[in-house]
């Protein structure tokens, strides 16, 4: 009987191994993706208008930001940074194992908040404290946040990791484990990069106005001469990019960082930076040229070496985006923005342009002797309502006016 079953059982078939294949995007694929040049694409002009409907409405509301102000314009980086994390939180995101983890993407999210509290709360403390000193109640409670700002933030840390680690599952580690070491890099590249921003923001609203301007430029030059003149590629990571765009919308954005610096709009009394000075070409040209004398804004020389940036490394940040989606093979990493894909696709040159510009900022504008201007932003900045009031009445010693103002300054807050 033994041996009649052994004959009668089916031969085994050799198992077959298949070879894994790449994650880079096939080249059928990348065709169909649109590995064409816009000045041979048919449907370019659809496409085009989609885009400039997209981008009137950003540069508006962008227009709209900047007049309400520094608060404002912080909320706006906020806002950009949820849908930037939200897009990034997307790409390793599997549904069946999402289903099997009930409440792990909440986790994520506490992890983004929790660093949008630390960073930002290391940049705006001070200032909040200070902006508070009319009500009472609202001023002890936000010393009491800045105060314990750091254990706070810890505390919202370690509950996060101690909730990562009672919510593994047996066969999903790996996932989870990937989800988290995937969630602290979205937090470093988007926290990191963002608080530049934001930093800028409260050098002076310029400083941020300028580099992001000049990449909005160039971006939009990049496209109208790739548009009607491009023909050259450029890069493979972004088959779309020509040679003809990227010299056009350097030039185009050069000579806007030179020009586009008028003062005659400023409210305030402008620093140096900004006071014309005139250039005497007179021992340089001929007698019979008209123009010898040539006024010019020191910022404008800063406004050149910045545009310099925004026009030849800056674009790298779109290289490394286009690469970073080819080896996810998506074409965008979102489309909250018609026309353009998602918040990343648009954000990935202002993050590289704005390291550039706080350190180029910090190391060549920023002064470092010491002023009343400074010493006053020092008080401001570093002294409880307590110890301001403790300055003034030592200043009243010296200057017994000042104790009035300090008083009237008391009667103001507690009224």
């Given at each position: 009987?033994?041996?009649?079953?052994?004959?009668?059982?089916?031969?085994?078939?050799?198992?077959?191994?298949?070879?894994?294949?790449?994650?880079?995007?096939?080249?059928?694929?990348?065709?169909?993706?649109?590995?064409?040049?816009?000045?041979?694409?048919?449907?370019?002009?659809?496409?085009?208008?989609?885009?400039?409907?997209?981008?009137?409405?950003?540069?508006?509301?962008?227009?709209?930001?900047?007049?309400?102000?520094?608060?404002?314009?912080?909320?706006?980086?906020?806002?950009?940074?949820?849908?930037?994390?939200?897009?990034?939180?997307?790409?390793?995101?599997?549904?069946?194992?999402?289903?099997?983890?009930?409440?792990?993407?909440?986790?994520?999210?506490?992890?983004?908040?929790?660093?949008?509290?630390?960073?930002?709360?290391?940049?705006?403390?001070?200032?909040?404290?200070?902006?508070?000193?009319s009500d009472r109640v609202l001023y002890k409670l936000v010393s009491y946040l800045?105060?314990?700002?750091?254990?706070?933030?810890?505390?919202?840390?370690?509950?996060?990791?101690?909730?990562?680690?009672?919510?593994?599952?047996?066969?999903?580690?790996?996932?989870?484990?990937?989800?988290?070491?995937?969630?602290?890099?979205?937090?470093?590249?988007?926290?990191?990069?963002?608080?530049?921003?934001v930093a800028n923001i409260f050098e002076g609203i310029f400083w941020f106005l300028?580099?992001?301007?000049?990449?909005?430029?160039?971006?939009?030059?990049?496209?109208?001469?790739?548009?009607?003149?491009?023909?050259?590629?450029?890069?493979?990571?972004?088959?779309?990019?020509?040679?003809?765009?990227?010299?056009?919308?350097?030039?185009?954005?050069?000579?806007?960082?030179?020009?586009?610096?008028?003062?005659?709009?400023?409210?305030?009394?402008?620093?140096?930076?900004?006071?014309?000075?005139?250039?005497?070409?007179?021992?340089?040209?001929?007698?019979?040229?008209?123009?010898?004398?040539?006024?010019?804004?020191?910022?404008?020389?800063?406004?050149?070496?910045?545009?310099?940036?925004?026009?030849?490394?800056?674009?790298?940040?779109?290289?490394?985006?286009?690469?970073?989606?080819?080896?996810?093979?998506?074409?965008?990493?979102?489309?909250?923005?018609?026309?353009?894909?998602?918040?990343?696709?648009?954000?990935?040159?202002?993050?590289?342009?704005?390291?550039?510009?706080?350190?180029?900022?910090?190391?060549?504008?920023?002064?470092?002797?010491?002023?009343?201007?400074?010493?006053?932003?020092?008080?401001?900045?570093?002294?409880?309502?307590?110890?301001?009031?403790?300055?003034?009445?030592?200043?009243?010693?010296?200057?017994?006016?000042?104790?009035?103002?300090?008083?009237?300054?008391?009667?103001?807050?507690?009224?």
């Amino acid at each position: 009987m033994q041996r009649e079953n052994n004959s009668a059982a089916p031969p085994l078939t050799p198992r077959l191994r298949y070879r894994r294949r790449s994650n880079e995007i096939p080249s059928e694929a990348s065709k169909e993706n649109g590995d064409r040049l816009l000045v041979n694409d048919r449907n370019k002009y659809k496409s085009m208008l989609i885009r400039a409907y997209s981008t009137v409405w950003m540069i508006g509301g962008f227009v709209l930001a900047i007049y309400l102000g520094h608060l404002c314009i912080w909320a706006t980086v906020v806002i950009i940074q949820i849908f930037m994390a939200k897009e990034l939180f997307s790409l390793l995101r599997k549904t069946h194992e999402d289903t099997r983890l009930p409440g792990f993407r909440l986790l994520n999210w506490h992890f983004f908040f929790t660093a949008m509290l630390f960073v930002y709360g290391r940049i705006l403390n001070q200032r909040l404290v200070n902006t508070v000193t009319s009500d009472r109640v609202l001023y002890k409670l936000v010393s009491y946040l800045n105060k314990y700002h750091m254990v706070i933030c810890y505390s919202l840390y370690i509950t996060g990791f101690m909730w990562f680690i009672l919510t593994l599952k047996k066969k999903m580690y790996k996932y989870q484990f990937g989800q988290y070491a995937w969630t602290h890099m979205i937090l470093i590249v988007v926290f990191t990069q963002s608080a530049f921003t934001v930093a800028n923001i409260f050098e002076g609203i310029f400083w941020f106005l300028l580099p992001a301007s000049l990449i909005v430029i160039n971006d939009i030059a990049a496209y109208i001469f790739g548009f009607f003149f491009g023909k050259t590629p450029l890069i493979k990571l972004s088959p779309k990019k020509t040679w003809e765009g990227f010299i056009g919308a350097s030039v185009a954005t050069m000579i806007s960082a030179f020009l586009d610096l008028s003062t005659g709009w400023l409210h305030c009394d402008p620093g140096p930076l900004f006071k014309p000075e005139v250039m005497d070409f007179s021992g340089w040209l001929p007698q019979w040229f008209p123009w010898k004398e040539v006024t010019v804004l020191p910022v404008q020389w800063h406004a050149l070496c910045i545009g310099l940036f925004a026009s030849i490394i800056a674009p790298f940040g779109g290289f490394f985006a286009s690469g970073f989606k080819r080896a996810f093979k998506i074409k965008d990493f979102g489309d909250s923005i018609p026309g353009h894909g998602g918040m990343t696709d648009r954000m990935d040159c202002q993050m590289v342009m704005a390291v550039f510009a706080y350190i180029y900022h910090q190391s060549f504008i920023a002064t470092q002797s010491v002023s009343f201007d400074m010493i006053l932003d020092q008080i401001l900045m570093n002294l409880s309502f307590e110890e301001q009031l403790a300055l003034y009445y030592k200043l009243g010693q010296v200057k017994p006016r000042a104790v009035a103002v300090a008083h009237a300054y008391v009667v103001f807050v507690q009224g």
